[in-house]
């Protein structure tokens, strides 16, 4: 049996005005190279991280099964993708899969809130296409992000949705592997998946949407009890939603998939999505204001207070050059934090001014004017670094290879340490900052441009982690946001919103 | 002389010869590897935290003891120290002892005890003599000394007591300063008459096995703290010698301060001698030859795999320009290489820094500061990383600083190139230079044992590189030339551990 394998992964701020064009993908700062990858690529690039990919090509050893790599394209999360970006790669991929035909299978690796010029559900064009070539007899197998923002039109476009169950993510890979068991049985007749989804008017705040924590645990401890207690029912994904992408298809789903009757799927489905509904004010949380959190202290405790800047959070798209938090560390004499600033300007004034030298930099905040003003800081460059680091450990999504591009580590004037890269690289990995020579465990603050991401990494050092009410295009709070072609009423923007499983 | 809050003379210096490196240790050279500090100062910061002199303030402290701070220089590990150096400390130390003289109630000297200059082997037992000269036979002297000390039978009669570490690597330099100092109190206060029985042993042992906590070491030191137990015994102390320096009082030495029972004193150190004797094989070091090492490293599973390259302990008085690894490595690479390892080279390091962050650059590397064991080598590769020096070190914990640091990538094999050479005791050189050393399949340590403490928390195998350089652990193979014969291993077939012993009972 032979299975193709790819997909285009990519998640998108439609807030951000940084499109995530050619240029985005000629360098991916989460895959540590080229953001598109074709045939043997794949595997040497994805083939031994913890993404879905990676699952895909475990898949291959299964008796009986090849799996063939066609095209996979990620890249950082950033704005838009211009139409000519996403034809290009779209195309190049196709045209693979078809001269690479005849296939028993597909296998997707795609997010769920990917945006395209004139394609507001990108995720559900590329599918569509897809399915053009392989036809309708082929069963289609996609996995993706456990906050994508999940639409019917995805769902039915393929044969089998499964979504990462994980926030921050962690089971992409055995994600991967499950849906290539999944439609290799479908290939061999074993099972006939049905699916079945639900889309609950609810846009879930980034905040509530760690899985380790409530709501998210008990629900999908209930739906693992339901999968258990079900005869026929395979598989049940919660879709946590993607706030920061201003299309229709934003927010929470649940989708259910079953083997042979549609019922199972559909009842399956609604009974999660009921209980998510019964429990949206617990997906509308606040952080802590900064100038609160700039005066936490680490006192006699194990490890670092992490501060997470929800509002310039790099996994949602963000620049990572927000200063908010910097700004109010200033202001209260904060000494011993360490924070990280997407700034290629500053890295230029460092990288001229060399090791040991005194510099004067104004940093931050000039990529968009939504995250702050520039900090003017004087200090000493430590440590100057091509940027290239490998992630060792669990990390979020996956990932392996980063590329922050030329990095300068600039300890301050005022007893603290910048890290400034050149490339919009997501601080998710203690490892960027091992490979700067530094040990994030001797700071008072750490400073981490995210919400979920960073957790695998700072969450075992931190002897606190602290959401922090930033303001930016990853706030919180989606009704900051200014969303246009939302779903109307939705809660939380409109708080009396109605909805009820049975009254669709 | 039981004063109730009686005046101690604090002093010393702290020095180890390599006589296989070339130059001479001047004041220059010296003021890079540590500093000298006057008064106060020998208590504070800058020499490192929880030293012996630390040790020594503290216990004062608590017992009512005046201290009189006269000078301290910290300098290291390298060639002879120049004449003119030692004449200073000696002239400074002799002035305020001379200048106390009247209010002094004792003397409390830290010193390593492996010091040598152009024209003086034993720098130790000479302060101490001169000291002795000018405070008279009743003030008691008190000495600290290194492990790697070669004990001298100067120092033994000009002491009260000759207090040493008992741990390799090091890590009781500030309970040996405590027990010193009380040891002084004592005889200050007249409770104790300290005296000092010796045995010098014919016997020598490169460092890799004076680890306190494997092997043969472990036994010996054992049997040093059990005849401790014995009453009238103060101290027993192991000077297993710096075996890297040239002079004719090389060898191993065990230093017995007993309250006034010299010849209790002396039976313990020839019991103590003679059980030493009996394991000489034991501190022989087994060697890997370097392509079989780097073979076993890249078949390991797991890693790291610490290969020392202990001919060129950095801590030892190598120059840490030993390249041989390196050239091993290159001549046969392997995609798959995962490799940091650390060598010092100022020029190499300034080509990078101009080069600049990214640049592809060809260098010539190592070999230029021990030109009898290395030779410059080409090392073509990326910079991936420009730091600065300075750091701080966890064995001891100390701030450091090499002057820069620079980071060159030949495809996975890391180079650590700094400007003046780095302690490779603990990794923390590697971590300072973005590598954590967890990550990397074969990890250097120009250390010859020391370093065990810090890279075994992490590593999964060790090996001794059969390489040659002035830490050379077959001594045999290096050009001694003044050593006391007969010395083991020079004379392999020595059957009597010192003349008259007899040989080993059957």
């Known amino acids: ?504 | 002389m039981t004063r109730s809050h009686p005046n101690v003379l604090v002093a010393g210096f702290s020095h180890e010869l390599n006589s296989f490196i070339p130059g001479v240790s001047t004041a220059e050279v010296l003021a890079v590897a540590g500093p000298t500090v006057v008064g106060a100062d020998l208590f504070g910061p800058s020499v490192g935290i929880d030293l012996e002199l630390h040790a020594v303030a503290a216990v004062a402290a608590e017992l009512g003891v005046t201290l009189l701070p006269s000078i301290y220089m910290w300098g290291g590990v390298g060639p002879v120290i120049e004449d003119s150096v030692y004449d200073r400390l000696r002239q400074r130390i002799l002035h305020d002892a001379q200048l106390e003289r009247e209010r002094l109630d004792g003397v409390l000297l830290c010193l390593h005890g492996a010091m040598a200059t152009q024209s003086v082997d034993d720098t130790e037992g000479d302060i101490l003599a001169a000291v002795r000269a000018i405070v008279g036979p009743d003030v008691p002297i008190v000495a600290t000394f290194d492990m790697h000390t070669h004990g001298t039978a100067r120092m033994a009669a000009s002491a009260d007591a000759l207090i040493g570490y008992r741990t390799c690597p090091h890590t009781d330099y500030f309970a040996t300063g405590a027990r010193a100092m009380r040891l002084l109190a004592r005889a200050m206060a007249g409770e104790v008459r300290p005296t000092v029985s010796m045995r010098k042993l014919r016997m020598t042992a490169s460092a890799e096995h004076h680890d306190t906590n494997h092997g043969p070491m472990v036994e010996v030191q054992a049997l040093a703290r059990e005849l401790e137990g014995t009453p009238g015994i103060l101290d027993v102390t192991v000077f297993a010698t710096q075996p890297w320096m040239d002079v004719p009082e090389l060898g191993w030495s065990v230093m017995v301060t007993t309250d006034g029972q010299a010849a209790l004193g002396q039976a313990t150190a020839d019991r103590l001698g003679r059980a030493i004797w009996a394991r000489r094989e034991a501190f022989r070091v087994p060697k890997v030859p370097l392509h079989a090492a780097i073979e076993r490293a890249r078949a390991s599973s797991g890693i790291p795999v610490v290969l020392s390259d202990s001919a060129d302990t950095t801590t030892g008085g190598g120059n840490g320009d030993g390249n041989l690894l390196l050239a091993a490595l290159l001549r046969d690479p392997r995609p798959d290489d995962s490799v940091a390892l650390a060598l010092t080279d100022a020029a190499a390091v300034d080509e990078c820094m101009a080069a600049g962050i990214g640049a592809e650059v060809t260098l010539q590397v190592g070999g230029s500061l021990t030109p009898d064991f290395f030779s410059p080598i080409t090392l073509t590769g990326r910079v991936i990383t420009l730091a600065d020096g300075h750091y701080d070190s966890e064995l001891p914990v100390k701030p450091r600083d090499v002057g820069g640091i620079a980071v060159v990538a030949h495809g996975g094999i890391q180079v650590v190139l700094t400007r003046e050479k780095a302690s490779q005791l603990d990794a923390s050189i590697y971590r300072r230079a973005g590598i954590w050393p967890e990550r990397v399949r074969i990890l250097q340590a120009k250390s010859a044992g020391g370093f065990r403490a810090a890279f075994d928390r992490f590593s999964a195998d060790t090996m001794y590189l059969d390489t040659p350089g002035p830490c050379d652990s077959d001594l045999t193979r290096l050009p001694f030339e003044r050593i006391d014969r007969p010395l083991w291993p020079f004379d392999a077939d020595l059957d009597e551990p010192w003349a008259g012993a007899g040989p080993d009972p059957a």
């Open chain 1, 1 to 504: 049996m032979r299975l193709a394998a790819m997909g285009i992964l990519h998640e998108t701020n439609t807030f951000s005005p940084n499109p995530t064009d050619d240029d985005a993908f000629e360098h991916s700062t989460i895959g540590g190279g080229p953001g598109v990858l074709l045939g043997e690529q794949v595997w040497d690039v994805y083939g031994h991280t913890g993404n879905t990919v990676a699952g895909f090509r475990d898949a291959a050893s299964l008796p009986g099964l090849e799996v063939v790599p066609i095209a996979f394209a990620s890249t950082h999360p950033g704005g838009t993708f211009p139409a000519a970006t996403f034809e290009r790669i779209a195309t190049g991929q196709l045209e693979r899969l078809a001269a690479a035909g005849p296939f028993d299978g597909v296998l997707l690796a795609q997010h769920g809130a990917m945006v395209v010029e004139g394609f507001p559900d990108a995720d559900a064009e590329f599918i569509r296409r897809v399915r053009g070539v392989v036809g309708s007899s082929v069963p289609i197998g996609n996995v993706m992000d456990t906050h994508g923002n999940v639409s019917p039109a995805q769902v039915h476009g393929a044969d089998l949705t499964l979504l990462w169950q994980t926030n921050p993510h962690v089971d992409c890979r055995d994600r991967g592997l499950a849906v290539a068991r999944l439609v290799a049985q479908a290939v061999r007749g074993e099972i006939q998946p049905v699916q079945a989804i639900v889309n609950p008017p609810l846009a879930a705040n980034i905040l509530a949407q760690n899985t380790a924590d409530e709501p998210m645990r008990g629900l999908l401890a209930q739906a693992r009890s339901l999968i258990e207690t079900t005869p026929g029912l395979l598989d049940i994904s919660i879709g946590e939603g993607f706030p920061y992408a201003d299309v229709p298809t934003m927010g929470m789903a649940v989708v259910a998939v079953a083997d042979g009757d549609p019922a199972i799927a559909q009842r399956a489905a609604e009974t999660i999505a009921g209980a998510i509904w019964e429990q949206r004010h617990a997906f509308d949380p606040r952080g802590v204001p900064v100038a609160e959190a700039v005066l936490l202290e680490r006192g006699d405790t194990h490890g670092p207070v992490v501060l997470l800047d929800v509002g310039d959070n790099m996994g949602a798209g963000t620049p990572g050059d927000s200063t908010f938090i910097l700004e109010g560390l200033l202001a209260a004499r904060r000494t011993g934090f360490l924070l990280t600033v997407h700034d290629p300007a500053a890295v230029v004034t460092c990288v001229a001014a060399g090791v040991s030298a005194q510099v004067t930099l104004s940093v931050g905040g000039k990529f968009d004017g939504l995250h702050g003003t520039p900090q003017i800081v004087t200090g000493r460059v430590r440590i100057l670094s091509d940027g290239h680091f490998q992630a060792y450990g669990i990390v979020h999504g996956g990932h392996k290879a980063f590329d922050g591009g030329i990095t300068a580590v600039v300890d301050t004037a005022g007893g603290s340490t910048l890290v400034l890269t050149s490339l919009p690289v997501m601080t998710m990995s203690l490892d960027q900052h091992y490979s700067l020579g530094i040990d994030p465990v001797r700071y008072d603050l750490v400073v981490a441009k995210g919400v979920m991401s960073p957790q695998p990494a700072y969450g075992p050092i931190a002897s606190r982690l602290v959401y922090v009410d930033t303001p930016g295009i990853s706030t919180a709070d989606p009704r900051r946001l200014g969303h246009q072609h939302r779903r109307r009423p939705m809660f939380p923007f409109e708080q009396d919103t109605q909805w009820s499983v049975t009254t669709r």
